[in-house]
């Protein structure tokens, strides 16, 4: 079985800071691995996502994760946030060959103060 | 295109009575699944239909959940007799056959009282 951990439930931050939130799982066997966000009064919608290939991906407004296998993480960055990134993010994972059912962390509540 | 959309997005109801919640998939989607994240607490999987087939359902917490996807179009799940626990938001989300991105859509409020 899956399991994701978000380290943090909530991260207040400075406007143009840079922020991290950690993001770890377990899984006995190959796994996917996703950021989705969701907005105030929005669904939820994917940021970024690992398969295969470059351990590094990225998003359209700045975001990154790495994927490390060696530690289970998947955290995700953002060198210099703004206001309109408060929202709360979710890690989540699927096993590999079947992307049919993610299993999410909590999520952290990022708050991007002025 | 329209992404996948639900309905009602909020609902109030008491204890014991009925709620019947709707979701319309993206075109064309095979796969469609059912989420719920409940106060506090994490996003959890329900269901997962491919067509109108139930290719996995367990997560539904209890047989007072139930979920239909008839022609394989649209879904309904349905909550009877709901109960307080059952408050939260309801997510569906749909994938196509091949792909590999499940696109959620904004979530069903529900409010037991």
């Known amino acids: 079985a899956q399991s994701v951990t978000q380290l943090d439930s909530q991260v207040p931050v400075f406007e143009e800071a840079p922020v991290e939130l950690r993001c770890n799982y377990s899984s006995s066997v190959s796994v996917y691995l996703f950021w989705y966000v969701q907005y105030p009064n929005q669904g939820l919608q994917l940021l970024l996502k690992y398969l295969s290939g470059s351990t590094l991906v990225k998003s359209i407004n700045g975001f990154e994760a790495e994927f490390n296998k060696s530690q289970t993480s998947f955290h995700l960055r953002k060198p210099s946030v703004h206001i309109s990134d408060t929202a709360e993010y979710f890690c989540?994972?699927?096993?590999?060959?079947?992307?049919?059912?993610?299993?999410f962390g909590a999520g952290t509540r990022l708050a991007v103060h002025p | 295109e329209a992404g996948v959309t639900q309905f009602p997005s909020h609902s109030v109801i008491e204890k014991g009575q009925t709620v019947t919640l709707r979701c319309d998939p993206i075109s064309g989607h095979d796969n469609l699944y059912w989420y719920r994240r409940v106060m506090g607490k994490e996003i959890k999987f329900l269901l997962h239909f491919v067509k109108e087939s139930k290719q996995d359902e367990s997560g539904m917490p209890n047989n007072r959940f139930l979920a239909e996807r008839t022609g394989g179009t649209y879904s309904t799940l349905k909550v009877q007799p709901a109960e307080l626990e059952d408050s939260g938001v309801y997510f569906c989300a749909s994938k196509q056959a091949a792909g590999n991105t499940i696109y959620f859509g904004e979530g069903s409020w529900l409010t037991v009282v």
């Open positions: 989540a994972v699927s096993t590999s060959g079947g992307y049919n059912k993610l299993i």
